[in-house]
């Protein structure tokens, strides 16, 4: 696979990852809407991935050496990737009450940085348990703080009558 198509394919995965369940568990924490929830997985399917494609067309513009197809073509695969992950976020709730679907979407998205890390380590010739565990804790770190910060939001607005 080309450079181009690895970074777009390692930048989307991973920020589609782990954007998407942050947004639909501070969602389900301040809500618990259906709605809401898939309004925001579809928001954050088209807009992240623009914002990510552009962010990557630029960094790529920044580094020496580049020709005009490697940089669009990062930046395609990094919208298509980023896209088609955080989208993937949205069957469950088609399938599954809400509660469930949060669950299965945080061992989806699990799954997916745990799946894609050990690929990465042994690419790298780095131990996958080690590789696994960062990039695993700092997924669960984001799932806390969103969740967190969803439930705070809910009290807040509760508390203050908005």
């Not at 969803?150 to 009558?161: H, I, K, P, Y």
Request: hydrophobic share 50%; proline share 1%; with cysteine.
């Amino acid at each position: 696979m080309k450079i181009q198509y690895r970074k777009g394919l390692g930048f989307g995965l991973t920020s589609g990852t782990i954007t998407t369940l942050g947004l639909l568990v501070g969602l389900d924490a301040s809500t618990g809407s259906r709605l809401a929830i898939l309004a925001g997985i579809f928001a954050i399917a088209v807009s992240d991935a623009c914002s990510d494609a552009l962010g990557m067309h630029i960094s790529e513009e920044s580094t020496y050496k580049k020709t005009k197809r490697q940089i669009w073509d990062a930046m395609i695969a990094t919208f298509f990737f980023k896209f088609i992950f955080a989208l993937s976020f949205a069957v469950p709730f088609f399938l599954f009450s809400v509660s469930t679907a949060v669950y299965v979407c945080i061992a989806w998205g699990i799954s997916v940085i745990a799946y894609y890390s050990y690929h990465l380590a042994k690419k790298e010739k780095i131990s996958p348990f080690k590789a696994i565990t960062e990039h695993v804790s700092i997924t669960i770190a984001v799932i806390a703080a969103a969740y967190i910060v969803g439930r705070l939001t809910a009290m807040f607005v509760a508390q203050n009558g908005l």
